[in-house]
């Protein structure tokens, strides 16, 4: 599977809102969960949120519950991460990555299999 983010590289201001978006290819993942992370400057690779296979079961990070939405469109084989309200500790770059087994999101990315290149989101105050 292969893994093409876009949406972020530029600058945004706090309370702006962004449009990540992530297209898989390679072979078909409507059966496997997506999950975007994140890792800003010096931090380890976080979770930020994850999504069914079907879109049924959504998991989030406390720190963005409530400000990002995730969705996926099993057509297109794409998975959307909606980030609204941003602050300035949202800066990191985001990844995109897919469960070549599981069909639920999980938290741990050791359970992620295909990874995105990875896209820039820098929020200033």
């Known amino acids: 599977v292969q893994l093409q983010a876009s949406g972020g590289g530029g600058l945004v201001q706090a309370g702006d809102s962004l449009r990540l978006s992530c297209a898989a290819s390679g072979r078909p993942v409507s059966s496997n969960a997506m999950a975007w992370f994140r890792q800003a400057p010096d931090k380890e690779r976080e979770f930020v949120a994850g999504?069914?296979?079907?879109?049924?079961?959504?998991a989030y990070a406390d720190s963005v519950k409530g400000r990002f939405t995730i969705s996926r469109d099993n057509a297109k084989a794409t998975v959307v991460l909606q980030m609204n309200s941003l602050k300035p500790e949202d800066t990191a770059v985001y990844y995109c990555?897919?469960?070549?087994?599981?069909?639920?999101?999980?938290?741990?990315?050791?359970?992620?299999?295909?990874w995105g290149q990875g896209t820039l989101v820098t929020v200033s105050s």
């Open positions: 999504i069914s296979y079907s879109g049924r079961t959504i």
């Open positions: 990555a897919v469960d070549g087994d599981g069909t639920v999101p999980t938290r741990d990315s050791r359970n992620y299999d295909f």
